[in-house]
């Protein structure tokens, strides 16, 4: 397992394990994943969980508009009432729905948080502000006031990640140094043979000069 002790100590070796699996089919660090989850459920890692305008479950699932009880997922639409009712592992089959089309586009924990809560702040600038054509900065920093860190009015995405920094601590750098050590995982994994091989063959010739001398 990758998960960093923060979240091993709140999961059992099953749910640790699907998260890992996800992530896996993800290509992201599952420590990311865990971090956003943790966050959302309010650091239970509760599939029941269960906010004040009826967001649902590990990654809170939102209807799509005012006026339904749906959330669509991969062309499917999901009532808010079956996402509820639905285990750990069959959430996460559904998170991995939500997030696939972010595939390679992931590239940090906060990346994956952004994926869940703002996809259009991905892979944007600190100094990017959260606003859309429909939804104000000004409202999204009202609805959201844990992030509007500096009570300007507006949500920038270095207060964001200041926001997470400080509410994980001397665990932020711990979830987010594994990037580096997946990375390393990953070459090892396609290249190992390779690597291997050229070892067996330059220790084979140096065996080889060092005989005829």
Do not use: C, R
């Given at each position: 397992m990758l998960l960093i002790p923060l979240f091993t100590k709140l999961l059992t070796s099953d749910r640790q394990t699907k998260i890992v699996e996800v992530s896996n089919q993800l290509k992201i660090n599952p420590d990311w994943l865990s971090a956003v989850i943790y966050f959302e459920t309010g650091r239970t890692f509760n599939p029941k969980a269960k906010n004040q305008i009826g967001s649902v479950g590990l990654i809170q699932f939102t209807r799509d508009k005012a006026g339904v009880e749906y959330k669509t997922i991969g062309g499917v639409k999901y009532p808010l009432s079956e996402i509820y009712k639905?285990?750990?592992?069959?959430?996460?089959?559904?998170?991995?729905?939500?997030l696939k089309?972010?595939?390679?586009?992931?590239?940090?924990?906060?990346?994956?948080y952004l994926a869940v809560f703002f996809p259009n702040a991905m892979n944007q600038s600190d100094d990017y502000v959260f606003q859309t054509k429909g939804l104000?900065?000004?409202?999204?920093?009202?609805?959201?006031p844990a992030f509007d860190t500096n009570k300007d009015g507006q949500i920038k995405r270095k207060e964001v990640t200041d926001f997470f920094r400080k509410l994980y601590k001397e665990n932020f750098p711990l979830i987010e140094k594994k990037k580096t050590l997946n990375i390393m995982k990953a070459f090892w994994t396609k290249y190992k043979y390779f690597i291997i091989g050229g070892l067996v063959v330059a220790v084979g010739g140096y065996f080889l000069l060092k005989k005829k001398k």
């Open positions: 639905m285990s750990f592992n069959e959430q996460m089959d559904l998170v991995y729905q939500y089309p972010f595939k390679g586009k992931m590239n940090s924990f906060l990346d994956v104000s900065a000004s409202l999204i920093a009202k609805q959201n």
